[in-house]
């Protein structure tokens, strides 16, 4: 029988802990983007939920140096004490360099090379949110990382990358997979946790992995599940409310710096 991993206790342990420690710190968090989001939607509601203060930056058709020049400010501004990219930025900017502007004390999602550096080796404490989520998911439901194969399905710079870092500092073998990729089937078959972060629907069937595997789907649809005998994460009260619950735990690190 198939295992549904829902994250709902799991949010609610991070949120309570949040909670806890918003009676001692008091972050202000600077959230930057360039369109419509829902998922910044739902980080503000937490925000006023919580009573945590923060700022909210909406810029249209920026160039790179309008970003970097508001990063900075928020940077040298000792009220801010983390500092949001909300995805996905425009094409007409190089991406790269504001999450180089981004003080590393203040990069709540770990973005800046630098930090993703440290999590390479082990040393640092901020780890973006979505990652933190996937992990924390899987340890949650008891489901061991060390030794297993793991094949992430995608090769973005903000997830994907420190996701092979974290599997990696906790002992997975770990496979990326792209579109350029040839025979994903073969090698699905040969995995014993799959996390897909591509938002490409339905492309792949649960069918195509062995029995007792675990599908971790941030794409939101990426998976068709079709078979009994697996763990997923559902389409709602997956790891989206989860991720933002560590992004809110992530501000509150910071805080404390």
């Not at 501004?77 to 991406?95: A, R």
């Not at 080796?121 to 297993?148: C, D, M, P």
């Not at 973005?156 to 092979?164: C, D, F, H």
Request: charged share 25%; hydrophobic share 35%.
């Amino acid at each position: 029988m198939s295992r549904v991993l829902d994250s709902s206790t799991l949010v609610s342990v991070i949120l309570t802990k949040v909670k806890k420690s918003l009676k001692k710190n008091k972050p202000f968090l600077a959230i930057i983007t360039f369109k419509e989001s829902k998922y910044s939607e739902l980080l503000i509601d937490k925000c006023l939920d919580f009573d945590i203060y923060f700022k909210h930056y909406k810029l249209d058709n920026p160039n790179t140096r309008e970003v970097t020049s508001l990063i900075d400010k928020l940077n040298k501004d000792n009220m801010i004490t983390g500092i949001l990219l909300v995805e996905p930025l425009p094409k007409s900017i190089d991406k790269y360099s504001c999450y180089e502007a981004i003080d590393i004390n203040k990069d709540i999602d770990g973005v800046n090379p630098i930090n993703q550096y440290n999590l390479s080796i082990n040393r640092t404490n901020i780890v973006n949110s979505t990652v933190l989520a996937v992990i924390r998911l899987l340890e949650f439901y008891n489901i061991s990382l060390s030794g297993k194969n793991v094949t992430i399905i995608g090769r973005s710079y903000n997830i994907s990358r420190p996701l092979v870092s974290s599997l990696i500092n906790l002992n997975s073998t770990v496979t990326m997979c792209h579109s350029k990729t040839r025979d994903l089937v073969s090698i699905l078959k040969n995995s014993d946790i799959v996390i897909s972060v591509t938002g490409v629907n339905n492309l792949f069937k649960s069918s195509d992995l062995k029995d007792g595997s675990t599908i971790i789907d941030i794409g939101l649809g990426d998976v068709l599940i079709d078979s009994d005998n697996i763990s997923y994460t559902p389409k709602t009260k997956g790891i989206g409310p989860l991720s933002i619950a560590f992004l809110l735990e992530n501000l509150v690190t910071t805080c404390k710096k």
